[in-house]
């Protein structure tokens, strides 16, 4: 495991490291996934360090979801080490508790209101007193700017509110790590961006990991530290680009040198591997 230094000069210690990881979805008969079956990835090596924002691209089918998953402790590697925050993922979503996941859909219960729905996590885990779970569900509604809509249901919403009381249900616990797995890729491109602008707003205010799959190389580009580019199944990461760009990111960024240098950059990684 290798260690960043502090500005200090205090180490760092990764909040998620992967050696060799390999993981096969299983076939029949084999549900651990040892053997048989098909192998998503192999040989995956990588570091996720406090307060970063990482973003994973690759071509479709590359296992960019099935990482994120792996590392909040929803599929079970079959090979290599992981361990999040110094444990296993398992022992990590359980016992740490202090991640969230964004799933590409909101998952949002249809017959609770958005503040029962952003609540839920809170009913789930350690229980708080009543009054602490009220302040820490209006916070996360205030956060993104859900406060007037609390008491509708997800029905009365559109799209790019659902997702935004989607990222309230995962803010909801104040992570240590936020993992997107690409939640804002079927909406328009103005909700989007938008969106997109407001999680760098709540990252940069809350300082958590961040580690977000996406399609959009550009979005990757303005959202992350560092892009890791996948191969085809199974996938491995071929390639770290670091996003040396300044933040806050303006809204011209996207139209500088830098910034159409760094996608011509991560288009070739993408477009050789596919």
Known sequence: M????????????????????GLRHGGHGDPAGHAGGVLALDGVDLEIFPGEFVALIGPSGCGKSTLLRAIAGLVRPSSGELQVAGLTPESARTRWGRQAFVFQDPTLLPWRSVRANVGLPLELGTPARPSDTRLAVERALDLVGLTDFADSHPAELSGGMRMRASLARALVTRPELLLLDEPFGALDELTREHLDDELLRLWQRDGFAAIAVTHSIAEAVWLADRVLVMSPRPGRILHTVKISLPRPRPPDLQTSPEFTALLATLRSYVQRAA
């Open 2 to 21: 290798s260690l960043v230094t502090t500005p200090d000069r205090s180490p760092v210690v990764p909040l998620v490291a992967a050696r060799g990881l």
